[in-house]
């Protein structure tokens, strides 16, 4: 009956949001032995205890403390990510919120296995290779999912596109009335720069200024290029850049969305196989939009 402070990993203490941050009580502490669970009333420090009571506000991990001032555990970082894939799905369509109910305890159970559901509509398995996949499909037969019958697709990689070489020359598109003309160029980006993305090292919520320097200093980018990032994509966080390299052009900001949302879309499914971008740098060079707002609105860019 202890009330604790369940954290969870997008808690920031630092921060006066609670976002991710639960007050509850625990209903009752267990003692795990092999297939045998045991209650007990207290447990003295350095053993391995099961909690009840509080899988409901916690994924793959979190921090539990009685403490009012104390930090959360950072989440684990893996050598390996999950990209074998598999879809899963069931025989019987009445079964599904007993598939959607194991999908999340196995999600619970193993801190690699990444589960998620297409906009195609099926659920997806993503796990680091194809034995920890066949193994995680295999718990989910028998042990979160007894009694469904769980159909599954071939193991899939999943892939990524990028450019080796920078573009030989600027490209010029133009919008369906050709009013609108945009020259853009695309670069590769230099060694390190995308795993800083991924890692979180340079995100979209750091300020324009820190972006610029972690790039200038560690990329060799231009002094005032980092400040004129516009997005990050796919999904505003990806590890590709959309970068305004213009001079003066007029009305240039309003198309600002339009541009975004063309590239987060563009960077989810590439030009080559459908696949995510990565490590690719667009460059708009030069821009050059009619007067009149309705000729240069969201549909148009």
Not at 81 to 95: F, L, T
Not at 148 to 175: C, H, Y
Not at 216 to 225: A, K, L, R, S
Not at 275 to 299: K, V
């Amino acid at each position: 009956g202890q009330k604790v402070r369940i954290m969870g990993p997008n808690y920031d203490p630092k921060s006066t949001s609670t976002a991710d941050l639960y007050k509850k009580n625990i209903q009752r502490t267990v003692l795990m032995m092999g297939r045998y669970v045991e209650s007990i009333e207290s447990v003295p420090c350095g053993n391995t205890v099961g909690l009840v009571g509080v899988d409901q506000f916690l994924l793959k991990n979190g921090t539990i403390t009685d403490c009012e001032t104390a930090y959360n555990f950072k989440v684990m970082k893996f050598s390996v990510s999950p990209v074998v894939r598999v879809a899963v799905e069931v025989r019987n369509p009445k079964d599904l919120p007993k598939l959607v109910e194991g999908l999340k305890r196995l999600c619970k159970s193993d801190p690699m296995v990444l589960a998620t559901y297409d906009e195609s509509g099926e659920h997806i398995v993503a796990g680091a290779g194809e034995l920890h996949l066949e193994i995680c499909l295999n718990d989910l037969r028998q042990e979160y999912c007894k009694g469904i019958e769980i159909v599954t697709s071939d193991p899939v990689v999943s892939f990524r596109e990028t450019i080796s070489t920078p573009s030989t020359q600027t490209v010029l598109t133009k919008s369906p009335n050709k009013h609108n003309r945009l020259y853009v160029e695309t670069e590769t980006f230099q060694e390190g720069l995308a795993e800083m993305i991924d890692d979180g090292k340079v995100t979209p919520s750091l300020e324009p200024k820190e972006i610029s320097r972690i790039l200038t200093d560690n990329f060799d980018w231009g002094i005032g290029e980092g400040r004129k990032i516009w997005c990050f994509g796919p999904d505003g966080t990806g590890p590709n850049l959309v970068v305004d390299t213009t001079r003066g052009v007029q009305y240039f900001n309003e198309i600002k969305d339009s541009v975004i949302a063309a590239f987060n879309w563009v960077t989810n499914e590439g030009a080559l196989c459908d696949e995510q971008m990565r490590g690719i740098r667009f460059n708009i060079t030069d821009c050059t939009l009619h007067s009149d707002t309705i000729h240069r609105g969201g549909n148009q860019i």
